[in-house]
């Protein structure tokens, strides 16, 4: 078994699309930090939105927040065991999710490692 460039390529491919949703999480929670310390009590004491839609607004940013946490951790989970040549299994459910949210990023980590399937080693967890 020859040691080849994909799975390396497609681990940094995962990593760089887990760094950037890692950035979109921390972009949103500082819109909730904003919205919930100021703007959206401003916005309610000048009537210019109910009360309820605060709320919504409150509910959905930490909706994204939890998704972008998800779509963030499992490609940068993936990427170090592709790098690492280890659980194929791992390192292909991160580039499936890494497609979700840059696709072209995604689509070519999946491919590699795909391609690259028998040069992962048994990963044994005890």
Avoid: C
């Amino acid at each position: 078994m020859e040691a080849t460039w994909k799975p390396i390529v497609a681990g940094i491919l995962n990593i760089i699309t887990g760094i950037i949703n890692l950035f979109g999480m921390f972009v949103v929670i500082g819109l909730l930090t904003a919205f919930g310390g100021g703007i959206l009590s401003i916005i309610r004491i000048a009537d210019m939105m109910p009360i309820w839609l605060s709320g919504m607004v409150h509910g959905v940013l930490i909706i994204m927040a939890i998704l972008l946490a998800v779509l963030s951790s499992l490609p940068l989970i993936g990427g170090v065991y592709a790098i690492q040549r280890k659980a194929w299994s791992l390192a292909l459910t991160g580039s499936v999710v890494a497609i979700l949210s840059i696709p072209p990023l995604g689509i070519v980590s999946t491919v590699l490692v795909s391609l690259s399937r028998n040069e992962f080693t048994i990963y044994h967890r005890f």
